[in-house]
């Protein structure tokens, strides 16, 4: 099986990613989305495990088809079509710095200049030392307004410092808040602080920043200690950056189908995405692409990147817990492919599951207008009803009168499933009348299925599904809340009260709440009697 | 009334009181120590502010406020100091910084006295044994305290105590508190005959040396009596 892996990226991130599979013995291709692969530096190659990394210089990709463990990449360089065969895409993509100088009122020039410009200079190899002669007083203006970056305030205070202890030059750090929660951070802002860096704190207005015609700054701010009006003219002004993510994030996310977060990151604000993992299997997003992180959490991550990539099987095939497209009923809505939160159904031309990237959640099958999708985790829609009612012992019940409703609970396996064993385990088992079927999501719960439960003797018929951040699949408890919030509307219509049905959002850990919302239910069903519809 | 005007950064040298050892540059601003300080708000003044000037390098203005001289030195701000800033030692250094002359009239005068005479009143021993032993015929004649006489430069008592002048100029009465306690609980104790000033006004001015002197004679009193236990209640 082909092992190879694309990196999509044009920045450090992906160069160094490569480098870092390329000598754990994976095969790296490399390329940008729109053609700018990552410069390895004039006369800079790369290491010697460069007969397995390839770059892509130049080649943009035009598409993508294909599923986990087999993605097939097609290239345009110039007018060569280039198709390569992939078993894993990584996205690492640089963020591009925005320079906040018309956040202070100030244009970059001679007395104002960005943070990245700065770093530059205090680099040794640029051969600007005299630049820092005719300097006395720099500022450093970081999260002035409200608070700063952990990130970009380590880049401040460390050419703060450098500043004032090899450069002879006072430094001043004004921000609103300095944030230190980062490694190193706290002892880096006191190592400034002896070295007689000056940090000033607004937290209450932004200081008045005014650049004059001929590129002289004033700062004025009220000294928030002392009370008293403050003034400074410093010779140069630096300008923080805010990490955006990239432009390139956003064709990378429409061309892969990709979660995206509420930042313009390639990744779900979902926990079940940690640590680089996407909706799709196979396609990873790595360090910068999904966020703002320091130099030290990315190299790390490239090192669980390389680690989990030699520790990923091929993909498995097992049809068992996959979706099942009867062809017969299927009439090509294509429902089914754009509901797929992992893009696991392939056009080809009709509707195919590609196996290798079902996770078998159900949604599918719950959406399809024809019940052509099938599934042998879970009964399908059609055979619901003939599930007999679950008789345990143990249990509480307020055991009023003869009436024991049968009530059919749909469990989600990730949330309801763990919560239910730890109820029975707490409480030595359920009351009568109580029939599970367990699904892979909440998600996989149709109307159908509550419909079918309640017109063939259940007298209520409870949902359990993951909180709305939670759900593996995205969005699956959402669209079983939806159909059954949908129903409870329509069911009075039908003479059947609607809080027969109820959708109740639980986690894995809640046994006790199974339990007592069980009771509940099973109580108020009591009140109601038996389904009319019996 | 607070001072209202403006600091303008560019003329002020931050590196001026950076040499000095009390790690107030690594002031976090937290204010736990205005929030401690008993002298807080007097003249618009608290310990944090008072160390933010000094790294700014504002040495003249600082030494020329009244505010370091009403500090109490009583420590709660570097007790709670979280960079565990010595800002009592800073009051201390602010106020050795003033030209002598210029130290609150009374600490100063006192100082000289204390330094000539040993007491900050210029009581002669003669007279400060009169006093003494007035006091100690007082409380002789009191029930209970029948045979109480005031032991002076005893030599191998347990414990040695120094007098605060006020205690034999307005306050006599408040000596016969602590004397009865001493005499209740059977105490092994004395008073110098000379040099026995409880205050030390070189600590509260800021003037190193005097200190010194003034310390070094209440040692040298341990060490002529034979006293190992000192109770200095200043």
Redesign the interface.
Known sequence: MNKTALIIGSGTCAKDLAETLAASGVSVLVAGVDGCAPAWGPGRTPNEASALLEIMDGAKIRFITGTAGGFTVEFADQDRRIRREVRDILIAEDPVPQVNGSLYGLTEGAGVVSLSAFKSMLNPDSGNSEAFESLSRVAFLTGALDESLPLIARDVMQAALDLQQNKGVQAYIFTGNLKVAGQGLETLSRNAKEAGVIFIKNTERPPEIVQAGDESITITYPDEVLRRPSVLNPDLTVVDETPLPSPRLKTLGDLFELETGPDGFLQADNIHRLLTFTNRKGIRVVGPARGVFPPVLIASEIAHTALSLSRTKDAETDEKNKARIETGKCVRCLTCVRICPYRAVALAPRPVIAAAACEGCGICAAECPCEAIAFDTFPSTATTGAVEPESEAGGNRSGASDFIPHVTVFCCSRSAVPARNMARAMNGGFPEGLSFIDVPCAGAVSRLHLLNALSNGADGVLVVGCHPDNCHSGGGTLLARGRSDGLKMLLPRLGVAHDRLAFKNLAANMGAEFSQVLEAFMAHLESLGPNPMK | M?????????ALD??RC?PWPFLQ???L?CGICAGACPASGVD?FDP??LV??I??GMEDETVSERWPWICTMCGKCANLCPMEIDIPGLVQKIRSRRRREEVPGILHKGLEAALETGNNLRLPKDDYVFILEDVAEEIAAEPGFEGFTVPIDKTGARILTTIHNKLVNTHTEDLKHWWKIFHAAGEDWTVPSENWEGTNWGYFTGDDAAMKTMTSRIAGHMERLEIDTLLWPE
Do not use: Y
């Not at chain 2, 607070?2 to 560019?10: D, F, M, T």
């Open positions: 607070e001072n209202q005007s403006v600091i303008a950064l560019n931050h590196g950076r540059d690594f002031c601003t618009g944090r502010k933010r000037m790294s700014l």
